[in-house]
Each structure stands twice: as structure tokens, then as C-alpha cells.
């Protein structure tokens, strides 16, 4: 006898019925309580789990939390094994791989980003239940650990001086703290606007794609030494390609690329621009058919002057949907460099 007979060794079933989403839902649920105890389940934090899962869009974070818990209990009072049971047979084929799926988020180690050893003969026996291939197996495991990765290494937006606090905004316009510069909130609230803000940094996004990011720093004497010695050009050059691409891009996505760089004499007396190939690097992710979502490729431009006496680093993405194919990387870098001066004529300085 194994420890997951209570689980798959039993006809026993429900004298309720479920829908093929609380399948989906109980199937992380047993998956969660295989190994531990009923009183050791999160039940808020699996439901977010299960909330990323398109085939719960149409669902709440609270009407999800509602269903999970409805699940523990029916676990705890009829056992394991009926609730997976009447779970296998509600499954739908449109949403067998959605099952499957979460059972391998509900027994991800979320640090390593692996399925601990421990656990790996629970997800062979749900396999064999749900009937699917090993190929099949496979792909929503290694779908489901690279979406994790993408997640945890593509929010360039989190740094090593701390993450950037998403803040409520009802004015139109956002002022620097450091009174430095003033701009009007390029996003919309009713479409999923976001500002989010740290020191010397405030970034703007939104549902659609957009991005744009300010990070500003006040120039200490010394490099003010090294900017005279250098010139503006090699200066901002340096500060963006050698330092800020590498702490800020790079340390997190290791795969991209510097594609294009120009020095624009006429901006600011004198501004460098940039343009960066970031696979898998997109703020924005796509949502899979099995639940899973995986970031979408991108290019960020970045733009870096200075006025006054601060330091600016401006920037922008492009996110591409999977299949869809950039144009020549001069065009590319060129509407985007536009994008971000278009932005920059709003930002007023004091």
C-alpha cells in the first residue's frame, strides 16, 4: 500500500456533482492536501493561483475562494479519494489539461522552480488518472516552470534598491517627490492604469501593453568631474549602456540584447538612446490554453539626458504577440525613440 491510495485506490465518489471548474479547482485542492493537512491549506492563496487559470476568468478572487473552500470541507468530511473521484469524472476534455495543470502549480517549489523529488510520484499516479501521455505531461510541466521563470525574472521593474509600490492616483498629473519634474498620467485608470514608485523611479503602465518608466538621480559631484573629462556623449553613453542596461535588464534576463544605440545631439543638449531585445521580457503575458501564461518577447528603448541637475533614464516597451514578427530593428528603434520623446515634451521640469 502506497501513501496515495487514499487518494487513487478507492471507486468511491460524491453524492454531489461538480462543474468542470471546481474539477479543476479540486483537483489543486487534493493535490495540496495529498501531503499535508487539511489545516496547513491556504485557502486565499491557492485560489490566486487558480485565478491566473483562463478557464477561470469568468470567476471572482472571492467566488473562487468561496469554491475552494467548499472543496476542503467536502475533502475533510467525505475523504480524498471521493472528492478527486467525482473531480475525474466532471472533467470536461476541453479542460482535462487544466486539471492537470494544477496539480503541477499546487506542487511547484516556487524558489527552484522544480517539482521537489518527493512530489514527483503523486504527479506520475495523476497522470496515469487523468489518462494523458508523458509527452502530453511533459509540455504543461515544463510550460508551467518556464511561465514561473518568466514571471520571477522579467519584472525588470523590481531592482536590488527594492520594489516599486503600486500607489492609488486620483489627480491627472504625477509630481516628483524631489519636486524635479511634473508629468501628466499617461494611463488610464478604467483601463488597468498602474503607477508604481520607489526613490528615483516612477513607472506607468496598464492591461494594454503599455510601459513607461522614469528613473532619475540627482548628479553627484564626482561624476559631474567625469562628465566634463568624458563629454556628454561618451558620459550618458556609458551610464546607460555599461551600468543601467546591465544592473537593470541583464542581471534579470541574461538573453538580451543591446541591438541599437544613436546619440541624439539636438535633445537636451545632447541625449543617448538605446533600444534592447528582451526575449520573454514583456511586462505582459499570454495566456496559454492549459492555464499557464508565458511573457511575451519585447523591445524597451531607452532614452538617458540630463536636465538640470538630475540624471533621467526614460523608457518604453513594445511587447510582440506570439508569431508576430518585428520589423527591421532601425524602424523598431525608431517608434519607440518617438514614442518616448513624445512623452518626454509632457514631462515639464523645475
Known sequence: MTKYDKVFNSQKTLTESLTPEEAVAAIAVVTAIADASVEEIDPEGLAGILWQFEVFEEYSEDELVEIVDKLIDIAESQGLSPLFNTANESLTEEVVLDGFAAGVVTLLDEEQFTIPKSKEPFLKKLQEALELEDEEADEITKEIIAAFQAGENAEYLDEEEGILTEVEYVEDVYESPLGNFTVPIPVDAEQGGRIQTQEGVVGFSDDFGTLLRIDYYPIPPEQLEELESEGQEEYLKTILVDKYVPQAILANLPDSQ????????????????????????????????????????????????????????????????????????????????????????????S
Open 258 to 349: 543591446i541591438k541599437y544605440g544613436e546619440y541624439l545631439e539636438d535633445i537636451f543638449a545632447g541625449a543617448y538612446y538605446a533600444l534592447v531585445d528582451m526575449p520573454k521580457g514583456s511586462t505582459m503575458s499570454q495566456q496559454e490554453n492549459n492555464g499557464s501564461s508565458t511573457r511575451l518577447d519585447a523591445y524597451r528603448g531607452l532614452l538617458t539626458f540630463i536636465n538640470g541637475e538630475f540624471l533621467y533614464i526614460v523608457s518604453s516597451q513594445r511587447s510582440f504577440l506570439n508569431g508576430e514578427t518585428p520589423n527591421a530593428i532601425a524602424e523598431e528603434a525608431e517608434y519607440i525613440k518617438d514614442n518616448i520623446l513624445s512623452f518626454v515634451e509632457t514631462m515639464e521640469f
